[in-house]
């Protein structure tokens, strides 16, 4: 069990449907991460929330909206995916100010479009 | 910009050593992490360098050497449940902290 859990851990979801990743941390961290992991390429960052700071990946589709409450809480909404939107989402948090930050992940959220 | 390389794949035996290289080029340099990632499951932090040298976890170790832009990861005494992707990841200066993730390498350990 990790201090970063997602759920939903599987979504298959239409192209045409409107969902939500959800994600919380219970490290007391105060920088929120949503990432992509497809098969044979890196880890994708998708966006940052750092001190209510937002920080996105430009290259992210505009169907994929962050939001993030507060500082233990991270959504990521999803609407009108396309197939090669399939991935395995990871939501992840860190301590930033610190000099290691070190990352800790969730277990990921896999989602699966038809 | 950042580039990271590791090798795609490795195989090792059980009970064996096993070096894990990475190399990468950076804007600066402000730390470097490897991660374990079993199939399915989160990545989960193994260790950060940030000072050349050695650094050692039971049996795993992490080396850093900055001028070359070399990181290895050394596990030893493998086991079945090593068998995982282990990933690098770089953070450069420049006032970003966020680390740029290599593509990891699969590790395959058998009997």
């Known amino acids: 069990e990790t201090g970063v859990t997602q759920t939903p851990r599987h979504l298959v979801m239409g192209m045409t449907n409107k969902k939500s990743l959800k994600c919380e941390q219970h490290?007391?961290?105060?920088?929120m991460y949503w990432y992509k992991q497809s098969a044979k390429k890196p880890l994708e960052l998708m966006f940052v929330y750092s001190l209510e700071e937002r920080v996105e990946n430009n290259s992210v589709p505009s169907r994929f909206s962050p939001e993030c409450p507060n500082s233990s809480h991270l959504f990521l909404h999803l609407h009108t995916l396309q197939p090669e939107d399939s991935a395995l989402y990871l939501c992840?948090?860190?301590?930033?100010?610190?000099?290691?930050?070190?990352?800790?992940f969730g277990e990921g959220s896999w989602l699966t479009v038809v | 910009g950042q580039n990271i390389d590791q090798p795609t794949e490795m195989t090792a035996t059980e009970g064996a050593i096993v070096q894990i290289n990475c190399t990468y080029q950076?804007?600066?340099?402000?730390?470097l992490f490897w991660y374990q990632q079993h199939a399915g499951e989160a990545p989960t932090f193994l260790s950060y360098n940030v000072l050349d040298g050695l650094e050692e976890k039971g049996r795993f170790s992490s080396f850093l050497s900055r001028s070359k832009g070399y990181s290895y990861l050394l596990l030893k005494e493998l086991q079945m449940k090593d068998s995982a992707s282990y990933l690098c990841?770089?953070?450069?200066?420049?006032?970003?902290?966020?680390?740029?993730f290599g593509r990891g390498t699969s590790l395959i350990v058998h009997p």
């Open positions: 990841a770089v953070r450069g200066t420049g006032g970003s902290y966020i680390p740029t």
């Open positions: 490290l007391g961290h105060n920088a």
């Open positions: 992840a948090s860190s301590q930033t100010g610190t000099g290691e930050n070190t990352i800790y």
């Open positions: 950076t804007s600066g340099f402000n730390g």
